[in-house]
């Protein structure tokens, strides 16, 4: 299913507790959704991608050779659960490498960017990527 909440509706959930498998996932999903509404709303032909090697690290979303997106359902992201982001941007060049989460505050970890989904948000719909 494309949108969390009609799936959530026809799997008869009420409600998603945060810090469950559940909410990470659904979590992703939303950003998924608002990652490919924005590249549809602003006619952006770059591919919305993802990225796994074969010992199973991943990146959550590649928009284009640009930027490079995961997603964590964390209030405090720690260097030590985006290695795989890490090491995705030290082999590939992107201009934007970005963790978006629960955080509070934007912040930096080395050369990427924590953002809280708000923020991310409104600068992913305000052009900024």
């Known amino acids: ?11 008869g959930r009420k409600s998603i507790l945060p810090h469950t498998e559940l909410f990470g ?3 992703e999903q939303f ?8 590249l549809q709303y602003a006619n952006d032909k770059r591919p919305l991608t993802f990225y796994r090697d074969y010992s199973g ?7 284009g050779d640009d930027v490079a997106i995961e997603v964590k359902s964390t209030g405090m ?7 795989a982001l890490q090491r995705f941007t030290s082999e590939n060049i992107m201009k ?5 989460s629960l955080d509070a505050m934007p912040r930096q ?8 989904w708000k923020e991310f948000l409104l600068r ?5 990527y």
């Open 1 to 11: 299913m494309f949108d969390i909440g009609v799936c959530n509706q026809l799997a």
């Open 25 to 27: 996932k659904s979590f």
């Open 31 to 38: 950003i998924f959704c608002e990652l490919h509404a924005y």
């Open 57 to 63: 690290n991943e990146v959550d979303f590649i928009i």
């Open 77 to 83: 992201v720690t260097d030590k659960r985006i290695k």
């Open 96 to 100: 934007y490498a970005i963790v978006v």
């Open 109 to 116: 970890i080395g050369k990427i960017e924590v953002l809280p």
């Open 124 to 128: 992913l719909w305000g052009g900024a």
